[in-house]
């Protein structure tokens, strides 16, 4: 269910802002108000509290937030909030900047591996990802796990593509299971 109300409010605010060609300039604002809002749990609880009144949410809100972001971010978080989607706030921005990165052909990869990656080979896996993906710009994330062993895990949104030497050795386990003597 908040995967599909992420995805409804995310989308409006996504089409409101290609509509008024305001992409970048509303990605910029939401960006800060998730670090504002991160910074400011406070915030959150009072817009989450179930015995304060809607109304009242909403006059907070245009207090802190009128003359310092954009009327149309401003009446999106009015929205939510009369709405009663405001626990969900995070993940309908996430959803909106995804979507723009989509829009703007950015991927977003992760990169788990056993060591550390030099520089040179950060640049080559981009690079290759580059080349086999449609995206034109590598948002890359690189994690460690050492239960890898050797190889590496590639993830790109909800795609994939494990090369790790735990899940060769787990795969060839399998077999020699399957094997009758």
Do not use: C, W
């Amino acid at each position: 269910m908040a995967k599909l109300i992420s995805k409804t409010y995310g989308d409006a605010l996504f089409e409101l802002a290609v509509e008024q060609d305001k992409v970048d300039a509303l990605l910029e604002e939401i960006e800060q108000l998730k670090q504002v809002l991160s910074e400011n749990e406070e915030f959150g609880r009072l817009m989450n509290h179930p015995k304060i009144l809607k109304e009242e949410k909403i006059q907070v809100a245009r207090n802190v937030f009128e003359g310092r972001m954009s009327g149309e971010l401003l009446g999106f978080l009015t929205i939510i909030i009369s709405k009663d989607r405001y626990r969900d706030i995070d993940a309908i921005l996430d959803y909106f900047i995804a979507e723009v990165k989509q829009y703007k052909g950015i991927g977003v990869a992760t990169v788990t591996t056993a060591v550390p990656l030099r520089a040179e080979q950060r640049k080559k896996v981009e690079q290759r990802l580059l080349e086999t993906t449609s995206y034109k710009k590598m948002e890359m994330n690189y994690l460690l796990d050492q239960s890898l062993i050797g190889g590496m895990v590639i993830r790109i949104g909800d795609r994939v593509v494990d090369s790790s030497i735990s899940t060769k050795l787990n795969e060839l386990q399998k077999e020699l299971l399957k094997v009758q003597l």
